[in-house]
Nanobody, 113 residues
Framework: QVQFVESGGGLVQPGGSLRLSCVAS????????MAWYRQAPGKQRELVAS???????NYEDSVQGRFTISRDNAENTLYLQMDNLKYEDTAVYYC???????WGQGTQVTVSS
């Protein structure tokens, strides 16, 4: 019933920044704890950051201090601000509701010099 569409990925140099967006359909977005995941080739999909209904955030150690997860409930949108990007951040990034099983299509982030 709820669908997610990620956008904002692209090719950036090390140290650069990107802002990812995830627009959710439906009218229950504000009731969902949300998360960003990423998956690099040959690796398992991993949790990058999460934000609860009340706005409590958590980050994977490698992105702590560089990434910021936020949400705009009025626009049904989840964001991931990524600063000081590194080669190892290269992956397809997905958004997902913690309580649901469906994923968006993902958006490619490539960090390359």
């Amino acid at each position: 019933q709820v669908q997610f569409v990620e956008s904002g990925g692209g090719l950036v140099q090390p140290g650069g920044s990107l802002r990812l967006s995830c627009v959710a359909s439906g009218r229950i977005f504000s009731l969902l704890s949300m998360a960003w995941y990423r998956q690099a080739p040959g690796k398992q999909r991993e949790l990058v950051a999460s934000i609860t209904v009340r706005g409590i955030t958590n980050y994977e150690d490698s992105v702590q201090g560089r990434f910021t997860i936020s949400r705009d409930n009025a626009e049904n949108t989840l964001y991931l601000q990524m600063d000081n990007l590194k080669y190892e951040d290269t992956a397809v990034y997905y958004c997902k509701a913690l309580s649901l099983t469906n994923w968006g299509q993902g958006t490619q982030v490539t960090v390359s010099s």
